[in-house]
């Protein structure tokens, strides 16, 4: 086969590269602007799963502050994502992530090292569902934003981890990770009331969809971390939930001005149980 511009340029398109390339130029471009407080700190970040040891490369590392931003870009074909909410579900600024924390505690004289999952409030007030709902996608498969998710959430631990084992601490002893997906995707909520769903069909008769910017997914999404010891089935469910952020890349420059953490984070307390490695 011969190679000309036309074939070379069909082929450069049909690689994602482009639309994280785009990302990170956009990212790049507000410095001068009040969403300027992300900086790009790692483009193509090598890690390895731990689940099989396979290599991965994560897109993009933000970091503001004490505070971490983890990017899976995600160019699809898929027309839309669609996210259920019972009406009358305010927004939220909670989200689940991941802290760790390097250096004294309490009552002790030398450093440890710590890191869990907690519930932190953020500036940027969203929906949150549980639920995502992808053209194409029978019953049969593996729903595809759980798998990214799952694989995004690993990386956010491995960077973590790796950023713990680092000799030079004076970049700080606490910090906050959140995970993030941006996707070309057009991104929608579905709102509905219960009684509406059918009980027989389990289809519903009429709902409201209106397109959203970015939300918070939120799910018991796998993990790399060992589980931690719960009372009860209750409080197992609700520690192992994970939030990942999901943005239309449309509303970057929104999102990066929106999503901000205070710089003094009360991270839980007693530390007693918490994991350390």
Not at 53 to 62: A, C, Q, S, T
Not at 113 to 133: G, Q, V
Request: hydrophobic fraction near 35%; proline fraction near 4%; aromatic fraction near 10%.
């Amino acid at each position: 086969m011969t190679e000309n511009d036309t074939s070379l340029l069909n082929l450069v398109n049909a690689s994602g590269f482009l639309f994280q390339l785009r990302i990170d130029h956009e990212i790049e471009k507000t410095k001068s602007s009040r969403e300027g407080r992300w900086e790009v700190i790692a483009r193509e970040h090598r890690w390895l799963d731990p689940l099989d040891g396979k290599e991965g490369f994560i897109d993009l590392v933000l970091d503001s502050g004490i505070a971490r931003m983890v990017i899976e870009c995600k160019r699809t074909t898929e027309a839309s994502w669609v996210f259920l909410i019972t009406k009358g579900q305010p927004q939220t600024r909670r989200s689940r992530l991941l802290w760790t924390y390097e250096g004294p505690i309490p009552k002790e004289t030398y450093r440890k090292k710590l890191y869990e999952w907690h519930d932190f409030n953020a500036k940027l007030l969203s929906f949150e569902s549980t639920f995502c709902i992808v053209r194409g996608q029978g019953e049969k498969d593996a729903p595809m934003l759980e798998r990214l998710s799952s694989l995004l959430l690993r990386s956010v631990e491995g960077i973590a981890n790796e950023e713990l084992g680092f000799s030079d601490k004076s970049v700080g002893d606490l910090h906050l990770y959140a995970p993030v997906i941006i996707t070309n995707t057009k991104l929608y909520i579905c709102q509905y009331e219960p009684d509406d769903i059918d009980l027989f069909m389990g289809q519903l008769g009429k709902a409201d969809f209106v397109e959203i910017p970015f939300v918070r997914f939120r799910k018991n999404l796998s993990s790399s971390t060992p589980d931690h010891k719960q009372s009860d089935l209750q409080k197992a469910n609700l520690y192992n939930e994970r939030t990942v952020f999901v943005v239309n890349s449309t509303s970057i420059r929104e999102f990066l001005a929106d999503l901000d953490f205070p710089y003094k984070i009360n991270v839980p307390w007693p530390w007693e149980g918490l994991r350390q490695s």
